[in-house]
């Protein structure tokens, strides 16, 4: 009998313009559309085996066999088998190489490297749409790390017509993400959890209104690689989104002190002629935008500050595959 295993490589992707707050829990529905990038340095490697010789699922991440967060990890090979019509247990090893649970999207290439690699384990062919959507059923932010490049995850009503799809390829425009670790300490509230406090914010309906036209203004300049506004429109929307969590209830205060001194940093670097950004997902670790020809210079200046650990360098990256080489 052939094997049924596989492995998937998916990158986190990092959203340029972001969604916070669900319209249906059930399917992560987001509340508004989001336009995002796949990070090429950034990496989960997955591998999925099905076979009746396994007793019970085992899922390993990072070296360590895990029960704490199994359940939802479980939940999405369950809707993989549903679609298979397979009861065959599964065995999951994945690595990331970066750090997990700090704001680095690690559970959207997480759910789409498990999906990309369970469901060609039980031989199931799905288009990078159907991928998609399955992907986002696990982690809403899975769904972006399926296609290539910039990446567009549609606004819908009903769960079969919110999926990501490519906008620009890979190669549309030579930007640079440069993330400035300041802390590789788990955040205290999960993004999921996060998400369900958006509605209680006085902010949260006047952000809604306004997430359209970003929408349509944040393509129009990466269309036209227009770097200052594109900056701009990223940077006050990073903050405008953390404005909703500060002001939820209970309040969810991501930044650690790090990133405040970083964000204050890129700021006065503008007025000494680096042009760079910032943007923020649901953590502390924070992600620089910049043309590669600044790029080096960039990375100089946060090798010189204490409060960062690590620089990561990526440019923008493919979406998920499948590679050869298992894990076990």
Excluded at 194 to 214: H, V
Aim: hydrophobic letters at 40%; glycine letters at 4%; one cysteine or more.
């Amino acid at each position: 009998m052939t094997p049924m295993k596989a492995t998937a490589i998916a990158h986190p992707n990092v959203a340029l313009i972001k969604y916070w707050g669900r319209k249906d829990e059930k399917f992560r529905l987001p509340a508004n559309g989001s336009i995002s990038i796949n990070l090429s340095a950034m990496t989960t490697t997955t591998t999925v085996e099905f076979s009746k010789e396994f007793k019970t699922d085992e899922i390993q991440i990072n070296g360590e066999t895990i029960t704490k967060e199994a359940d939802r990890v479980i939940q999405h090979l369950d809707r993989i088998r549903t679609l298979a019509q397979s009861d065959l247990n599964a065995k999951v090893v994945s690595k990331n190489n970066f750090p997990s649970s700090t704001g680095l999207s690690s559970s959207s290439s997480g759910f789409a490297a498990l999906t990309v690699a369970a469901t060609h384990a039980l031989k199931l062919n799905l288009s990078e749409k159907e991928l998609s959507i399955m992907a986002r059923q696990g982690s809403g932010s899975a769904c972006r790390s399926i296609p290539d490049g910039w990446v567009k995850w549609n606004d819908a009503e009903i769960s079969e017509e919110s999926y990501a799809e490519s906008l620009f390829p890979v190669d549309h425009w030579d930007l640079v993400d440069i993330v400035a670790v300041v802390s590789t300490k788990k955040k205290d509230v999960p993004t999921s959890h996060g998400q369900k406090l958006a509605q209680t914010s006085p902010f949260f309906e006047a952000r809604q209104k306004a997430m359209a036209n970003k929408i349509t203004q944040i393509k129009n300049h990466i269309e036209e690689r227009n770097f200052s506004s594109f900056g701009e429109l990223i940077e006050a929307e990073a903050l405008n989104m953390h404005a909703v969590m500060i002001t939820s209830i209970p309040s969810l205060i991501y930044w650690s002190v790090g990133t405040l001194e970083l964000m204050k940093q890129v700021k006065k670097w503008r007025t000494e002629g680096i042009p760079a950004f910032f943007t923020i997902n649901t953590g502390q670790d924070t992600h620089i935008l910049v043309e590669e020809k600044n790029a080096q210079m960039l990375t100089q200046k946060l090798s010189e500050l204490s409060y960062v650990n690590n620089v990561i360098k990526n440019t923008i990256s493919e979406g998920s595959h499948l590679i050869e080489t298992h894990l076990f």
